[in-house]
């Protein structure tokens, strides 16, 4: 499944790397926004989200969302939509 993550971090100067690595520990995955990755990882978005908020503070966002066949839109590099079309499954 094609899942979407996208997050607030509130923690100015906090060291979020395990937050990062625990997202690029997923099967595949792309980022170029910021605070926003898409994934392709066989978890529901429940199982991503308490994964996830371990590494995170509590008063920190994170939202999860489905995206696996959805229309598309955006404006993004070539590459960017090369790899959703590859990984979309």
Request: avoid cysteine.
């Amino acid at each position: 499944m094609l899942y979407l993550i996208t997050y607030d971090l509130r923690s100015p100067g906090r060291d979020y790397s395990n937050l990062y690595s625990a997202i690029k520990g997923l099967e595949r995955w792309w980022h170029y926004l910021d605070s926003t990755w898409i994934v392709n990882s066989p978890n529901d978005p429940a199982t991503l989200t308490t994964m996830l908020r371990q590494y995170m503070d509590t008063n920190d966002s994170l939202l999860v969302v489905d995206i696996t066949g959805r229309k598309r839109w955006g404006w993004l590099p070539k590459e960017a939509w090369d790899w959703l079309s590859r990984n979309d499954n």
